[in-house]
Nanobody
Framework: QVQLVESGGGLVQAGDSLRLSCAAS????????MGWFRQAPGKEREFVAGIRWSDDSTNYADSVKGRFTISRDNAKRTVYLQMNSLKPEDTAVYYC????WGVGTPWFGAYENWGQGTQVTVSS
């Protein structure tokens, strides 16, 4: 398994940027497809972005395409989520997740390892 710790959340205004980080420890980080999910109050957890272990290919939810960028640094065992042009509807707890040898599915059930989450609040 891999242990995940997110950081970088906070309170920002609409239009601002934030960068979330997720540090991993445990098994070989480069073998894990990494994903970011979010959950707003009263809503289901939803996929935000993913980056595949095999080729660093990425995929995004339609709601964040063109605004968010996921990246990884295997040497630092860290995955990032750069969030630009933030909107109030981006307000949620953001979770980092890891799926060993994963194909990058947006289905949260495929991810075996989860961080504790970091709060992102965007004011209008």
């Amino acid at each position: 398994q891999v242990q995940l710790v997110e950081s970088g959340g906070g309170l920002v205004q609409a239009g601002d940027s934030l960068r979330l980080s997720c540090a991993a420890s445990g098994r070989t980080f480069s073998n894990f497809t990494m994903g970011w999910f979010r959950q707003a109050p009263g809503k289901e957890r939803e996929f935000v972005a993913g980056i595949r272990w095999s080729d660093d290919s990425t995929n995004y939810a339609d709601s964040v395409k063109g605004r968010f960028t996921i990246s990884r640094d295997n040497a630092k065992r860290t995955v990032y989520l750069q969030m630009n042009s933030l909107k109030p509807e981006d307000t949620a707890v953001y979770y980092c997740a890891a799926d060993q040898w994963g194909v990058g599915t947006p289905w949260f059930g495929a991810y075996e390892n989860w961080g504790q989450g970091t709060q992102v609040t965007v004011s209008s």
